[in-house]
């Protein structure tokens, strides 16, 4: 329907259940806005942990040791302790001693001289790898033995200088192995990455319970197994043998792979993989610690959002944008100013997941959704309405034109080829466009015009399709 002059509901007309919608949404956008400051705080701490540490910024297993040991040291590359965390420095020591200064072989355990010596010089030798070496130290306390503790330990540069950290723990007992990190250390269970350690054949010794919650499988279900037992079959030969590459060479791997739940969902991570090295700088196994960058682990942080947004992508579902819709063309109204709205299909979408499978489909989805929020203002709103179907909200835009600038903008990013695994998929995006109020003056109107419009580009092969006033259905 045309209509020549703005359209202006009357707020005296409308009944209880709009002003209660109108409230919700207005506590809605509020949980939003708490949350988004909620995200960047966390990216900021980020930030300032990168800072600090340098090029560990993205180390995530460093990360979780330091921020989960309250007991550490950190020694020049020759042994010589620059740092002791509280706990050991005030320690009653002999003599009254600070350990700072002093050698980190005054620390080995009794007749254990000889296999620090060993130890730091291995050390001093590969001051590039980034391996985590195992020992044992005996803190100098005022009692009859001295007070063991083990010691997980890795060169870090920090500020480009370098250093090594000694992460400590008291030895539970004295038939240690390098492997029992689990059972030493509270960083383990406590840390909110997920956390796997192998033999040096690729067993798994042990997960934490991070590990269990993201990948759905409980540690007797895995221990003895091939790490494979997450994978998601999405990676092909080279891109392992870059990763046992990386491992053999330096002593470490940090990257993004996908895995797969037990449940079958495949979910993309961040990785950080060292080898565990004994004082003779044999490997004994592997540690890795990864983080879950998926939709799924914004859930548990947001669950105010689920309720109203897509699950597969996070983007708000076809009611959160009908609330949008509708306090936007309100505003139109009374500002006496347009609004335009922008429907989006993705071409052969269903071939491609029936052809790749649900879970290739997701993660296509999900890097479409991120795409597309990339090229619009922060004022608009992407939702996702349906498979393979999503609508784009503009507001302030007062012209054909400008909504077709940024129209163009999301043909762009969607342009370049999406990557998933071994796969390189080119999609085709089409766009109808639709003006309020000269093409609609309610939802359902708007909608079915700028519908109506991407089916008429669709119909004449043009990515972009805008209908004259009152054409659409």
Not at 195 to 213: D, F, H, M, P, R
Not at 303 to 316: I, S, Y
């Amino acid at each position: 329907m045309h209509i020549s002059a703005p359209f202006a509901p009357s707020l005296a007309s409308q009944d209880a259940a709009e002003l209660h919608d109108q409230l919700f949404r207005y506590a809605q956008d509020l949980q939003e806005l708490m949350w988004q400051y909620a995200e960047l705080q966390s990216r900021h701490q980020k930030m300032l942990m990168a800072m600090r540490h340098g090029e560990h910024g993205a180390d995530l297993l460093f990360n979780a040791m330091l921020q989960a040991t309250t007991l550490y040291l950190t020694t020049d590359p020759q042994g010589k302790i620059t740092f002791a965390s509280p706990g050991l420095d005030c320690a009653p020591l002999k003599q009254s001693r600070s350990l700072t200064g002093q050698s980190v072989r005054q620390l080995a355990p009794p007749g254990g001289q000889g296999e620090m010596d060993v130890l730091l010089s291995h050390l001093s030798k590969n001051a590039a790898s980034n391996s985590i070496w195992h020992g044992r130290l005996a803190l100098p306390v005022d009692k009859p033995d001295k007070r063991l503790v083990e010691a997980l330990i890795m060169h870090v540069n920090s500020d480009g200088l370098p250093q090594i950290y000694w992460f400590l723990a008291d030895a539970v007992d004295r038939n240690f192995g390098a492997l029992d990190i689990k059972k030493w250390f509270t960083f383990f269970d406590a840390s909110p990455d997920g956390l796997v350690i192998t033999n040096a054949a690729g067993k798994i010794e042990a997960i934490n319970s991070t590990c269990s919650s993201i990948t759905e499988f409980g540690e007797p279900e895995v221990l003895g197994c091939d790490p494979g037992v997450f994978a998601a079959g999405l990676h092909d030969a080279a891109f392992f043998n870059s990763f046992w590459q990386s491992l053999h060479i330096s002593g470490c791997w940090t990257g993004e792979l996908f895995n797969r739940r037990k449940s079958g969902q495949v979910f993309l991570l961040s990785m950080t993989v060292k080898a565990i090295r004994s004082t003779d700088a044999e490997v004994v196994g592997y540690i890795a610690a990864f983080d879950d960058k998926s939709v799924r682990a914004q859930e548990p942080r947001k669950p105010e959002r689920l309720a109203l947004h897509d699950a597969r992508t996070g983007l708000p579902d076809r009611r959160l944008l009908n609330m949008h819709m509708t306090r936007a063309m309100i505003d139109a109204s009374n500002q006496r100013r347009k609004l335009f709205v922008l429907w989006l299909e993705l071409d052969q979408f269903n071939a491609l997941n029936d052809e790749l499978g649900e879970a290739i489909g997701d993660l296509v989805l999900q890097q479409v959704s991120a795409r597309l929020q990339s090229a619009v203002r922060r004022t608009d709103t992407i939702a996702r309405i349906g498979e393979y179907r999503f609508v784009a909200l503009l507001s302030s835009v007062d012209n054909q034109a400008d909504s077709e600038k940024i129209a163009n903008a999301m043909l762009f990013a969607l342009s370049a080829p999406v990557h998933v695994g071994f796969h390189s998929l080119d999609l085709n995006l089409r766009i109808g466009g639709a003006c309020y109020p000269s093409d609609g003056d309610d939802i359902a109107g708007l909608m079915n015009h700028a519908q109506a419009a991407m089916q008429e580009a669709r119909r004449v092969d043009q990515s972009i399709g805008f209908l004259k006033p009152g054409l659409a259905p």
